[in-house]
């Protein structure tokens, strides 16, 4: 019968780094891989968490894998080595869903957090606004700057004929179709997008009571979101939208011109303080000048809000045909030519008083 093993032979089974094997036997090539999986898991699992510098963009094109983002970001200084990334990404079962974009990193940024971000699309967004009002080179100019295209280039596909259908718009251009409100997108959203975003918040602003109002008035959409144009141009009060809507419908019944200021300044291609004869009389050939062509204009001056659209499809129900405004913003209205003068009289004034009180 063997000895048995005495207390200072130790037991047969003894620890080696954490792996127990007989003595005598040598580690095996998986248990030595394991052990250099874990010691480099280690490593990659301390590298990053101490960002430093500035943020910096790192753009992970479509269709990219872990590899292609790896070499980007250490391509910027954003990660040391590529492999360690690779290596704590494909353990970790990350990296798989990785999103395009444009993104902010900084040197150092932990590995854990990179591969979270790339994973969750948490890219960079760009905010912008266009307010009631703007017309197609105003817009132009504010998309230009978020996607770094030059305004001229910006305005062309705005401005062309062609681009109504594509976004199901009446047009003729998509002036009056771009919806003044906030936008939230990521960084480099192509231009497309960011025009289809704004038709989209247009058509989406059209409640189905509006759609029936617009059934009821006879007016095209086109003719009713040219008008709403108008009145958010002449309108600084709110609440007087639907009176100046309403003058313009009582202009229209009983076959007066509707001489409205804005329609000459956007044939102008400028806004001017003070409309004289001599610039209505300059752009005395274009379709959009109401002082000398009956009707609607052919089209849309600018951006109206909602509220602008409904003034248009529900004015009130006042009978005045004149109004002129005064120093403060809002507007006297009035019924006869004879007392529109005097209200002219009266605004010039007031306008000429409010100046001299004011210190130089």
Same mark, same amino acid.
């Given at each position: 019968?063997?000895?048995?093993?005495?207390?200072?032979?130790?037991?047969?089974?003894?620890?080696?780094?954490?792996?127990?094997?007989?003595?005598?036997?040598?580690?095996?090539?998986?248990?030595?891989?394991?052990?250099?999986?874990?010691?480099?898991?280690?490593?990659?699992?301390?590298?990053?968490?101490?960002?430093?510098? +500035?943020? =910096? @963009?790192?753009?992970? !094109?479509?269709?990219?894998? &872990?590899?292609?983002? /790896?070499?980007? %970001? $250490?391509?910027?200084?954003?990660?040391?080595?590529?492999?360690?990334?690779?290596?704590?990404?494909?353990?970790?079962?990350?990296?798989?869903?990785?999103?395009?974009?444009?993104?902010?990193?900084?040197?150092?940024?932990?590995?854990?957090?990179?591969?979270?971000?790339?994973?969750?699309?948490?890219? +960079?967004? =760009? @905010?912008?606004?266009? !307010?009631?009002?703007?017309? &197609?080179?105003?817009? /132009?100019?504010? %998309? $230009?700057?978020?996607?770094?295209?030059?305004?001229?280039?910006?305005?062309?596909?705005?401005?062309?004929?062609?681009?109504?259908?594509?976004?199901?718009?009446?047009?003729?251009?998509?002036?009056?179709?771009?919806?003044?409100?906030?936008?939230?997108?990521?960084?480099?959203?192509?231009?497309?997008?960011?025009?289809?975003?704004?038709?989209?918040?247009?058509?989406?602003?059209?409640?189905?009571?509006?759609?029936?109002?617009?059934?009821?008035?006879?007016?095209?959409?086109?003719?009713?979101?040219?008008?709403?144009?108008?009145?958010?141009?002449?309108?600084?009060?709110?609440?007087?939208?639907?009176?100046?809507?309403?003058?313009?419908?009582?202009?229209?019944?009983?076959?007066?011109?509707?001489?409205?200021?804005?329609?000459?300044?956007?044939?102008?291609?400028?806004?001017?303080?003070?409309?004289?004869?001599?610039?209505?009389?300059?752009?005395?050939?274009?379709?959009?000048?109401?002082?000398?062509?009956?009707?609607?204009?052919?089209?849309?001056?600018?951006?109206?809000?909602?509220?602008?659209?409904?003034?248009?499809?529900?004015?009130?129900?006042?009978?005045?045909?004149?109004?002129?405004?005064?120093?403060?913003?809002?507007?006297?209205?009035?019924?006869?030519?004879?007392?529109?003068?005097?209200?002219?009289?009266?605004?010039?004034?007031?306008?000429?008083?409010?100046?001299?009180?004011?210190?130089?």
């Amino acid at each position: 019968m063997p000895d048995r093993p005495s207390e200072e032979r130790g037991p047969l089974i003894r620890p080696v780094h954490g792996i127990f094997h007989r003595p005598g036997m040598r580690p095996t090539r998986g248990l030595l891989r394991t052990a250099v999986l874990a010691a480099a898991l280690a490593g990659a699992a301390a590298c990053g968490g101490n960002p430093k510098g +500035v943020p =910096i @963009r790192v753009t992970v !094109p479509p269709r990219a894998g &872990l590899a292609t983002a /790896a070499d980007s %970001l $250490a391509a910027h200084g954003i990660i040391g080595s590529t492999a360690m990334f690779k290596l704590y990404g494909r353990v970790n079962g990350g990296g798989k869903g990785i999103k395009p974009g444009i993104y902010e990193f900084r040197r150092g940024d932990a590995f854990a957090d990179i591969v979270r971000r790339l994973e969750r699309g948490d890219v +960079v967004k =760009i @905010r912008w606004v266009i !307010p009631e009002g703007w017309t &197609l080179p105003q817009v /132009a100019a504010r %998309l $230009a700057k978020q996607t770094g295209l030059p305004p001229d280039s910006v305005l062309r596909v705005l401005a062309d004929p062609t681009a109504p259908a594509k976004y199901g718009v009446p047009g003729p251009t998509l002036e009056g179709y771009l919806y003044p409100a906030t936008y939230v997108y990521p960084l480099g959203t192509p231009l497309p997008k960011l025009i289809g975003a704004m038709t989209d918040r247009y058509r989406a602003a059209w409640t189905p009571a509006m759609r029936a109002k617009l059934a009821e008035s006879g007016m095209s959409e086109r003719d009713a979101v040219a008008l709403a144009s108008i009145v958010e141009k002449e309108a600084k009060v709110w609440t007087e939208r639907p009176v100046i809507s309403a003058v313009y419908h009582n202009r229209l019944t009983v076959g007066m011109r509707l001489q409205a200021d804005p329609t000459v300044q956007y044939a102008l291609g400028r806004h001017t303080a003070r409309l004289l004869y001599g610039e209505i009389r300059d752009v005395a050939g274009n379709p959009y000048n109401t002082y000398t062509h009956a009707g609607l204009p052919p089209g849309p001056i600018a951006s109206p809000s909602k509220g602008a659209i409904e003034a248009a499809l529900n004015p009130s129900a006042d009978d005045y045909l004149y109004f002129v405004a005064r120093s403060n913003g809002t507007h006297v209205f009035t019924r006869s030519l004879a007392e529109h003068n005097t209200a002219k009289l009266a605004a010039k004034r007031e306008t000429a008083a409010a100046a001299q009180a004011t210190p130089p």
